[in-house]
């Protein structure tokens, strides 16, 4: 029942990771435009700045993979999220005008993007093994379905507090390059320093997590032999 699944602190920890992890990416696209238009003087660029957002998630994807294959599947999420912080970063000090430099960047700072896809689905994967375990029942389909409406609220909220917070620090995206270097300079703060903080609540909430690579070892080997013991009586 509801008391069981909402019990269980494991999917907790993921649906609130996957919905702050939501939040940091789609505020990073919300404000994509604005900043490299206004912020960087880039405005001829925007298609191609985007594609490299793009190639370098598919870039990095496999050594998330990797990662989350070897070590600790929350492990590899908080080394995403301290590199992903670290990378964005570097859009403090990216130069007007400088396409080179903006694209390294981009490409650098999307490569955190595929582990916000991938990782958050990996560990839900662990999660159901978890409440097949505890419960004896399969319920992976309800798990990814609160996994991808969590994604949802977030993107929907994030939508709307973007144009809020960018009116709270002074910048009209209606009156474009007219708006003062100072609402600019906050744009700049902005799409770093709230993704970042939502990385930060990420690796700080996943702290003790308990589901470690040895554990979900042992719940996969329980549950092939309960299933092994299922068929055996048939």
Not at 79 to 90: H, R
Not at 149 to 166: D, E, H, N, P, W
Not at 170 to 181: K, L, R, V
Not at 198 to 218: D, F, K, N
Request: aromatic residues 10%; charged residues 10%.
């Amino acid at each position: 029942g509801a008391a069981l699944v909402f019990g269980n602190m494991p999917l907790l920890r993921v649906l609130i990771a996957n919905a702050t992890l939501g939040f940091s990416w789609v505020l990073l696209q919300a404000l994509f435009v604005f900043f490299v238009t206004y912020a960087l003087g880039l405005q001829d660029w925007l298609g191609f700045l985007l594609v490299c957002l793009i190639v370098g998630g598919l870039l990095f994807l496999p050594i998330w993979v990797k990662l989350s294959q070897s070590w600790h599947k929350h492990g590899a999420m908080q080394v995403s999220m301290i590199t992903g912080a670290a990378t964005l970063l570097l859009l403090l000090f990216l130069p007007e005008g400088n396409v080179v430099l903006a694209a390294a960047a981009f490409l650098l700072v999307g490569a955190n993007s595929s582990a916000l896809e991938f990782l958050p689905r990996a560990m839900m994967a662990d999660v159901c093994d978890h409440d097949h375990v505890q419960s004896g029942s399969e319920r992976m389909a309800l798990y990814y379905s609160l996994l991808q409406l969590s994604s949802k609220i977030a993107a929907g909220f994030t939508l709307f507090l973007a144009l809020t917070v960018l009116g709270a620090v002074g910048f009209d995206p209606e009156i474009g390059s007219d708006n003062s270097a100072g609402a600019i300079r906050n744009l700049r703060y902005l799409i770093v320093g709230l993704p970042a903080l939502a990385y930060a609540c990420v690796v700080i909430m996943l702290i003790g997590y308990p589901i470690s690579r040895e554990r979900q070892h042992t719940m996969r080997a329980e549950i092939e032999k309960r299933e092994r013991l299922a068929l055996g009586t048939q």
